[in-house]
């Protein structure tokens, strides 16, 4: 996912365009905006990375469209996989904790979503 906001591509678009042949989706984040950032490109920041293009928000589109497409169906889940690289100043057990909640942030605002 971290690719496509350096391309220019929507997550909601691109998803459904490549949605027959998803069969593993890595979360992560760019800089995209910024290119005296040491992260600037594809050298995965954490998700939430203050010049980063990727937090909860986004992870909660990517993941609704994923769950959209039954991408997260529990008959036939595909793999995520969460690739970052740590927090500046944090360890990286910190930096994965810190993403795992905002991953399950995410996920719950869209269950609540789906929720009728």
């Known amino acids: 996912m971290a690719?496509?906001?350096?391309?220019?591509?929507?997550?909601?678009?691109?998803?459904r365009r490549a949605a027959p042949w998803i069969k593993r989706v890595h979360?992560?984040?760019?800089?995209?905006?910024?290119?005296?950032?040491?992260?600037?490109?594809?050298?995965?920041?954490?998700?939430?990375?203050?010049?980063?293009?990727?937090d909860v928000p986004q992870l909660v589109e990517i993941l609704a469209t994923l769950q959209e497409i039954k991408f997260l169906d529990r008959a036939n889940r595909g793999d995520?996989?969460?690739e970052i690289n740590p927090f500046p100043g944090c360890s990286e057990d910190e930096s994965v904790a810190d993403n795992?909640?905002?991953?399950?942030?995410?996920?719950?605002?869209?269950?609540?979503?789906?929720?009728?």
């Open 100 to 116: 795992f909640r905002r991953v399950n942030e995410a996920w719950q605002i869209v269950q609540t979503q789906d929720s009728p």
């Open 3 to 15: 690719h496509l906001p350096l391309m220019r591509e929507n997550f909601r678009s691109a998803i």
């Open 27 to 54: 979360l992560g984040n760019c800089v995209s905006h910024h290119p005296s950032d040491p992260f600037f490109g594809a050298k995965h920041p954490p998700i939430g990375y203050v010049n980063g293009d990727i």
């Open 80 to 82: 995520v996989i969460v």
